[in-house]
């Protein structure tokens, strides 16, 4: 195939050296030839001239062509020879200008195809034989339009391409050299095969195969035959003269490679070099485990399945739930999310291939953590009986409820129900919370809720009375409490006290009323606890009123009251300069005896109950009669007048004496201690009493009993002188009964001389002339004393005479 190159960079170089015709073989045959040339001006005739290219000199043949013909053909060749073929312009026999090329003539007519096959359904595989020369060869395809397509092929056999299958064909060959190509060789006719089945398959199942094509035209059957790949390449066949196959019994996951071809009505087997791969569908996975899980921060349901072995090719799997989550994953486990609390979950899985999914694998049901249990509560039921409750939550096994107290103590209860019981001691705050629980976990935390119980009921309650009116309370703080109520509650009042302080009084209370103490702790947060103890008081008695003193006699004194206790000792207490005088009753009124006369007391009442004391009553004043003076001594000063004198009196201002006889009655009224009273004549017996007057009035009555006046002074008191110087004295007594003393008192010598009673004369001895003598005749007073109110004498005894008898009497003397 290098000649016509080369000859063709000859042509150019000659042309640009002669300026030569351009001639160019347009086709040849065995027997011509059909040139084509370049236009020469001036030129009126072309002439072309064959020679054998070994033999130039002998022409086999020329043709003439007119001036505008630039392309004609020569004949009388010989098939397979080498000729120059040359053309001339002329101009009227002249040559103006020529120009030559070289080529072969075409080759002999071929003998017919040996053998057609048909390769597949496009294609039919031809065999002739060669010939020498032929630089290639064309065979030429008819079908039964007519001319169809020449292709050119370098050897036999040959594939004839690209034909329509199941269509007959008539071939035939031509050889072919650098001059031409041969006359066609007579005909042989084939019939090319069905076409391959256009397969399409699908693993409905992961045991089978279904394989469906469309119809192909004149199939009377179909074949189509599979193996696993890499394991057996035994080919199975199935026949059938549907459209379609399936084929079970086969193994999950594996690939499998599937050929068809169809029968023709002439029983030939159409093409089948179109195969098909085709997977089974993987194994159903079986789930291993499914338990909660993360998944970027949020909840998921977390699934593993057991990893399918010895499977064809990628697989993946597909968890899917029946609340609309899936998760794929190619490893052996994936997560589901985000999921919720309290959700059931159906959750199947299944493992894909190219071929579609497997069936998914059983059910499992999966509840996640259950929800948080919400509007809790607590009441308290009874004291120290809490009881948390809270919305019951769907999908739980229990519940658990934590407790913690404010100190610290803490307790949890666990449940199935939805509330707990638990201690709640009074004034703690309690914070709680529940969980729930499941399977596959707990509750998230929720909500906390605080409770603070009431306060604490104070202990040590103690309430005392410090004043008639009031009560304090004091107590032991307790806990919870920020404030203290405090009431005293009688029949009709409330009083309160609020106060933070754990004391509190009570003032202003009613007397001897029963109250009923409560103190009432409170906080801000729970309120009071009103279920604590009252205690019960009574205030002191009430105040005795309208003392009234009555006089009973001098020593005693009846005190009266008027009082509204219901019950209470009463005490009467009279202070005096003497002290105190007391007397106790329970009634209204007592006697206060053995009052000191002349003193000044202060009286009040005063109450008692085992409350207490109350307030002593307004006090009022008493005063007791004058004290009798103790002593009362009356002196007679002479016969009739007697001097009253007497001790002093405690109490008693003046004093009004009665002297009273028989005879008489005398009074004196003073403020001495002493009175001159007349009347009273010798030898008279009398009583004295006396009125003793206090400054304000008061009066009391002494008696003195067995007064009786002295005897009287005798009379005709008469001296004689007596013969040996004696005196005797005569005197006319008032009575027998008495004693009578003579007392003589000279300048010398004094004599007395003591009568017996009823004697009316004494002798007195040695008696001087000439001394004057002081006679004095008196009774003697019982007790022996001489009465001295009786008229001294005084005599002289004159020595005149001798004896003495003469006593003249000088007058009376003065007692003083
Ligand atoms: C190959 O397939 C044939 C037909 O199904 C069977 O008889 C043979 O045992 C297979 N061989 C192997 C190695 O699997
Ligand atoms: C299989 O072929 C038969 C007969 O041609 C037809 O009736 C049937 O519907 C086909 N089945 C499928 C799945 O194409
Ligand atoms: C079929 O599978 C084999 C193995 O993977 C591969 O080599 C081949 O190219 C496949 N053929 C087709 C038509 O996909
Ligand atoms: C799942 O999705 C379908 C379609 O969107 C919807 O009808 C169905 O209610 C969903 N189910 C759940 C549990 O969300
Ligand atoms: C999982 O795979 C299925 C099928 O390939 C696809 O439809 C789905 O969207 C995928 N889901 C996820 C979460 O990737
Ligand atoms: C607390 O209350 C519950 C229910 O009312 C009752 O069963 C329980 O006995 C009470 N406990 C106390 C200590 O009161
Ligand atoms: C609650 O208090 C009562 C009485 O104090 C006691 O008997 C009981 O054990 C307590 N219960 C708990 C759970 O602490
Ligand atoms: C208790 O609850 C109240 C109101 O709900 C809140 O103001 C207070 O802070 C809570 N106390 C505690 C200790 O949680
Ligand atoms: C004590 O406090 C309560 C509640 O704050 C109030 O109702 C009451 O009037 C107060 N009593 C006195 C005596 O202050
Ligand atoms: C005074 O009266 C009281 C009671 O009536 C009596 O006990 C007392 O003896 C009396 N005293 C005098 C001195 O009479
Ligand atoms: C009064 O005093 C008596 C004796 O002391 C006593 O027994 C009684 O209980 C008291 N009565 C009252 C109301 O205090
Ligand atoms: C009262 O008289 C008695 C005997 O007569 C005497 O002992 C006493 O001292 C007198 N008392 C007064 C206060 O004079």
Redesign the pocket.
């Known amino acids: 195939m290098k000649w016509p190159a080369i000859f063709v960079l000859l042509g150019i170089c000659s042309q640009a050296a002669a300026q030569a015709i351009q001639v160019s073989v347009f086709s040849t045959t065995s027997k011509s030839a059909i040139l084509r040339w370049t236009r020469v001006s001036g030129a009126s005739s072309y002439k072309v001239t064959a020679a054998p290219q070994n033999s130039p000199g002998n022409p086999v043949g020329y043709a003439m062509f007119g001036a505008n013909t630039v392309m004609g053909s020569i004949h009388s060749l010989s098939p397979n020879i080498f000729y120059t073929f040359t053309v001339e312009a002329l101009d009227n026999q002249r040559t103006l200008n020529s120009g030559t090329i070289d080529s072969s003539s075409a080759p002999e007519v071929m003998d017919p195809i040996q053998t057609v096959k048909p390769k597949d359904s496009k294609t039919l595989m031809a065999s002739f034989s060669s010939t020498t020369g032929a630089t290639s060869y064309i065979i030429r395809v008819q079908n039964t339009n007519g001319f169809f397509r020449e292709d050119t092929v370098s050897s036999s056999p040959a594939e004839i391409v690209s034909l329509t299958p199941y269509t007959e064909y008539t071939l035939s060959v031509m050889s072919v050299n650098s001059g031409g190509q041969s006359q066609p060789s007579s005909t042989v006719t084939a019939k090319t095969v069905l076409p391959p089945p256009q397969l399409s398959a699908s693993s409905p199942r992961n045991d089978s195969i279904t394989v469906s094509w469309a119809p192909v035209a004149h199939a009377v059957q179909y074949s189509l035959s599979l193996y696993k790949f890499g394991w057996n390449t035994t080919n199975i066949r199935h026949n059938t003269s549907n459209t379609n196959l399936t084929i079970s019994g086969l193994d999950a996951g594996s690939l499998y490679v599937i050929k068809g071809f169809a029968w023709d009505p002439e029983g030939r087997q159409g093409d089948h070099n179109l195969y098909i791969n085709q997977t089974t569908r993987p194994p159903t996975p079986s789930i291993a485990n499914v338990s909660m899980g993360i998944n970027n921060g949020s909840a998921g349901i977390s699934v593993s399945w057991e990893w399918v072995e010895g499977v064809y090719g990628s697989i993946w799997y597909h968890v899917m739930s029946d609340q609309n989550l899936t998760c794929n994953s190619t490893s052996s486990s994936c997560t589901l999310f985000p999921v919720g609390c309290g959700e059931v979950h159906t959750i199947r899985v299944s493992a894909s291939n190219e071929a579609g999914p497997s069936l998914p694998s059983g059910p499992l049901v999966f509840i996640t953590f259950p929800c948080t249990p919400e509007s809790l509560a607590v009441v308290e039921s009874t004291e120290g009986n809490c009881t948390l409750t809270w919305d019951t939550v769907n999908q739980v096994d229990s519940y658990t409820a934590f407790i913690k107290r404010g100190d610290g103590a803490e307790e949890s209860c666990k449940t199935t129900s939805n509330s707990c019981t638990y201690n709640c001691t009074c004034g703690h705050t309690y914070l709680m919370s529940v969980l729930a629980f499941n399977q596959a976990g707990s509750s998230p935390e929720g909500q906390v809720i605080n409770s603070t119980t009431l306060p604490c009921c104070p202990e040590g309650v103690s309430v005392s009375a410090v004043s008639t009116d009031t009560f304090e309370i004091m107590w032991t703080p307790s806990r919870g409490a920020e404030?203290y109520?405090t009431r005293a509650a009688d029949s009709s009042e409330v009083?309160?006290?609020?106060d933070t302080a754990p004391v509190c009084a009570l003032s202003d209370l009613s007397c001897d009323s029963s109250y009923s103490v409560v103190v009432t702790p409170?906080n801000d947060i729970s309120g009071c606890n009103r279920a604590c103890k009252a205690h019960t008081q009574i205030t002191a008695p009430c105040m005795p009123m309208n003392l009234m003193l009555t006089q009973k006699n001098s020593t005693c004194f009846s005190v009266s009251w008027t009082a509204n206790n219901r019950q209470a000792n009463y005490t009467v207490t009279a202070s005096g300069d003497d002290g105190t005088h007391t007397c106790n009753t329970e009634g209204n009124s007592c006697d206060i005896t053995e009052l000191p006369c002349g003193s000044n007391f202060e009286v009040s009442v005063i109450a008692a109950s085992p409350a207490g004391w109350g307030l002593p009553s307004y006090s009022e004043f008493l005063e007791t009669g004058p004290c009798c003076p103790l002593n009362l001594t009356v002196d007679q000063e002479t016969q009739a007048m007697s001097n009253v004198s007497w001790s002093t009196a405690k109490g008693a201002h003046t004093f009004i004496t009665s002297l009273t006889s028989a005879r008489g009655h005398a009074r004196c009224h003073t403020m001495d201690s002493h009175c001159l009273m007349g009347c009273i004549t010798c030898g008279t017996n009398y009583t004295v009493t006396m009125e003793a007057i206090s400054q304000s009035g008061r009066l009391s009555n002494c008696s003195y009993e067995g007064f009786s006046s002295s005897a009287c002074c005798p009379s005709g008191v008469r001296l004689y002188g007596m013969a040996d110087s004696s005196l005797r004295v005569y005197w006319r007594g008032s009575g027998s009964s008495h004693s009578y003393i003579t007392e003589v008192v000279g300048n010398r010598n004094n004599y007395t001389c003591t009568s017996s009673p009823g004697e009316s004369s004494c002798d007195v001895p040695n008696i001087q002339c000439g001394d004057v003598y002081t006679v004095v005749v008196a009774p003697l007073t019982p007790e022996g004393s001489k009465v001295l109110f009786c008229t001294q004498r005084i005599y002289s005894v004159s020595c005149a005479g001798s004896n003495i008898g003469t006593v003249i009497y000088r007058g009376k003397r003065s007692v003083d």
């Open positions: 404030v109520q009083i309160l006290c609020n409170c």
